[in-house]
């Protein structure tokens, strides 16, 4: 059934791609310009690469709020890797199951923590998402006039935003503890299930008293959704496309983000394109291009740092796996003998 499931999803990405060609939205065509120039191409990538340095920020700042001791140089690996199989696995979630895995090997007795550290990390990069689009309606409100998608582009991340932030600060109005915490333990204490719960409440707290870390972290979603735009930009530049605003860019890579949340295809492929496309032939009615040619070569773009990377660990793991099957192997032949 799951594999009939993951056929279905690739079967939607395939239609997906072949309609955009069809409906001239994507021409593959276009994808060799982007190695005519060596020295564009490797500033695109070094653009497109530095949001692993600003993203590993993001996540040590939310580990230092729970007392997570991991030095920030040591922060980047992991977040390299996560992104990496984020990037080459379906689904989108491979490099978080990595990333669990990294700190439960350093704080095994605390794994709702280390799981809400991630869990805030994607939540706070989702919500760079709004706030970037929610950033440009008030910076350049004329690019929507007239347009019969604005008020979903204006309204809706603005009020998604608006409720999520009035939720948190509101939340730390709250008290201290709402007795939940100690009903659970009072009434519960010899159940297995009731320490990770604690250790969930105990770190919702610590969240909701990190005010000045939330906002760095936001800063820092938004800063990165600004640098996917820039990186757009700049392939679309190498592709030779009309010229296309940077506002524009940030709108219609947020919603293809967002709509790659949906898991109809694999990794959103072929579904963010098609977001993309038609959020710039929106937003650009006048101008007929391919655009969903920027998003699929952002894609591949986005991939090439990070291919050797994945390589060599799925490497080393298979040959660790193996050394450890031979070393065992030995230790029961010896025990024969």
Request: proline share 5%; with cysteine; aromatic share 12%.
């Amino acid at each position: 059934m799951k594999i009939l499931y993951i056929l279905i999803k690739i079967l939607v990405s395939i239609a997906l791609l072949a309609f955009l060609v069809h409906t001239s939205k994507l021409d593959f065509g276009l994808l060799p310009n982007l190695f005519l120039s060596p020295f564009l191409l490797a500033l695109t990538m070094l653009v497109s690469f530095s949001t692993l340095i600003i993203g590993a920020r993001r996540w040590y700042l939310l580990n230092k709020a729970q007392q997570i001791q991991v030095p920030y140089s040591r922060t980047i690996l992991p977040t390299y890797l996560g992104i990496a199989f984020n990037n080459l696995l379906p689904g989108g979630v491979g490099g978080d199951f990595y990333r669990c895995f990294y700190l439960f090997k350093k704080i095994p007795d605390n794994k709702s923590t280390v799981m809400l550290s991630i869990l805030f990390d994607r939540v706070t990069g989702l919500m760079g998402i709004f706030i970037a689009v929610c950033l440009v309606s008030l910076i350049h409100p004329y690019a929507f006039n007239q347009r019969i998608a604005s008020p979903y582009f204006i309204f809706a991340p603005t009020g998604i935003c608006a409720s999520v932030l009035i939720a948190f600060f509101a939340s730390t109005l709250l008290p201290e503890k709402i007795g939940l915490s100690t009903w659970l333990s009072e009434r519960y204490s010899s159940k297995k299930w009731v320490k990770p719960i604690l250790s969930l409440l105990d770190a919702l707290r610590i969240f909701r008293h990190s005010k000045v870390t939330i906002v760095k972290c936001l800063v820092i979603s938004f800063v990165i959704q600004m640098i996917i735009a820039i990186t757009c930009l700049l392939i679309a530049n190498m592709l030779a496309f009309p010229p296309v605003s940077l506002f524009d860019l940030v709108i219609a890579v947020g919603v293809a983000q967002i709509v790659a949340l949906i898991p109809i295809a694999p990794g959103g492929f072929g579904v963010s394109e098609t977001a993309f496309a038609n959020v710039l032939t929106l937003l650009n009615p006048t101008v007929t291009a391919s655009y969903a040619t920027i998003f699929l070569a952002y894609r591949i773009i986005s991939i090439l740092p990070y291919l050797p990377g994945a390589i060599l660990f799925m490497f080393n793991a298979i040959l660790r796996n193996n050394l450890a099957l031979n070393l065992s192997a030995q230790t029961r032949s010896g025990g024969r003998e």
